[in-house]
């Protein structure tokens, strides 16, 4: 079975500095991978996917992903937090048993101080 | 809205007592995914369908749980007889089988909570 491991499960960072989310994933064939992220009492809104095209990923709001096989990680990245980025992220990974069910990881939330 | 839309947003019950959520999903997909989230944790599979064939129900649905999509669109999940561990956010999903990888589009969700 295929899994995810979010490391840190709170982020804090101040405004306009790099923001780091880390996320290593299980998997003995190759994986799709995704992030997600969750604002308070909203659904989760999809950030960016990796599907075996280029291993660097843009995604949306300035966020971008590298996928590394070498070291099954794939972790997020901004160059400057805003305070609006403020909200939980979920690292996820397609289940290659059963094509249509995708596994989370436990998320970070992610804190902007001013 | 064209999004994935589920009702109600927020649902507080008693134990004992069933409760019925419903998923419209994003218009012609065919795909519609559960999940249920608790607090702290990522969304866990819980069930799906192709059209109106639920092909995969996960461990976590218990017998008191069921699941339909009579028509091939929108989606109800019954818990019946719930239980304080109950209480989740549960949350559906829609995807297009012309999507690619397995694009997952979420709705906001339904809050349960069983005192």
């Known amino acids: 079975a295929q899994s995810v491991t979010q490391l840190g499960s709170h982020v804090s960072v101040s405004e306009g500095a790099l923001v780091l989310l880390r996320c290593n994933y299980s998997?003995?064939?190759?994986?799709?991978l995704f992030w997600y992220v969750q604002y308070p009492n909203q659904g989760l809104q999809l950030l960016l996917k990796y599907t075996s095209a280029a291993t660097l990923v843009k995604g949306i709001n300035g966020f971008e992903a590298e996928f590394k096989k070498s070291e099954t990680s794939f972790h997020l990245t901004k160059p400057s937090a805003h305070m609006s980025d403020a909200a939980e992220y979920f690292c996820?990974?397609?289940?290659?048993?059963?094509?249509?069910?995708?596994?989370f990881g436990s998320g970070t939330r992610l804190s902007i101080r001013p | 809205d064209t999004g994935v839309s589920q009702n109600p947003r927020h649902k507080i019950t008693k134990r004992g007592q069933n409760v019925t959520f419903r998923c419209d999903p994003i218009?012609?997909?065919?795909?519609l995914y559960w999940y249920r989230q608790t607090l702290g944790q990522g969304p866990e599979f819980l069930t799906y369908?192709?059209?109106?064939?639920?092909?995969?129900k996960s461990r976590l649905l218990s017998d008191r749980f069921s699941a339909e999509r009579p028509k091939g669109s929108f989606s109800t999940l019954e818990i019946q007889r719930t239980e304080q561990g109950d209480s989740a956010m549960y949350l559906c999903?829609?995807?297009?089988?012309?999507?690619?990888?397995?694009?997952?589009?979420f709705g906001p969700g339904t809050r349960l909570t069983v005192l």
């Open positions: 996820a990974v397609t289940d290659y048993s059963s094509a249509s069910k995708i596994i």
């Open positions: 369908f192709q059209n109106e064939a639920q092909l995969e």
């Open positions: 999903a829609s995807s297009s089988l012309a999507g690619g990888p397995n694009e997952q589009f």
């Open positions: 218009s012609e997909h065919n795909r």
């Open positions: 998997s003995s064939v190759p994986p799709y």
